[in-house]
């Protein structure tokens, strides 16, 4: 964990990806350890609001992605915010995930994908991700 980039509360949690060699990379939590569990329906949330921060030595050529079970949305702002240097808020309707039972999310996936041939390697860290209503 990280306690010096935080974008709320004491820690973020840096993420390191190598797409150098794999087209992808990703961590991935299991809902059922987190506080909301895997039941998300109470008080009808509509948005999943994730924070990161990318380190200004990345290159600007891997897409961000998050998937709830196996419904994934891609991040639709600017490649070279992985690379902004600077905390970056990212919204997503939940109603993006098609085909997605709020009622069962057993998987909460956030990933890199090389957008073009080759990939790259780099960092980057999250912070308050939160489902909001």
Do not use: C
Not at 49 to 71: C, H, I, Q, R
Not at 93 to 105: E, I, P, R, T, Y
Request: net charge negative; proline share 4%; hydrophobic share 40%.
């Amino acid at each position: 964990m990280e306690a010096g980039i935080v974008h709320g509360g004491g820690q973020s949690a840096p993420i390191f990806y190598d797409n150098s060699t794999v087209s992808m990379s990703e961590v991935t939590a299991n809902p059922a350890d987190l506080a909301i569990g895997q039941n998300w329906t109470a008080d009808s949330p509509e948005t999943l609001t994730l924070w990161f921060y990318g380190d200004p030595n990345n290159p600007a050529t891997e897409s961000l992605y998050v998937k709830l079970n196996n419904s994934r949305v891609t991040y639709s702002g600017d490649a070279a915010d992985l690379s902004a240097g600077e905390w970056i808020q990212w919204d997503i309707n939940l109603s993006d995930f098609a085909g997605l039972n709020l009622s069962s999310v057993t998987g909460l996936t956030v990933g890199t994908e090389r957008a073009g041939a080759t990939g790259s390697e780099g960092m980057f860290f999250l912070d308050n991700i939160r489902v909001r209503y």
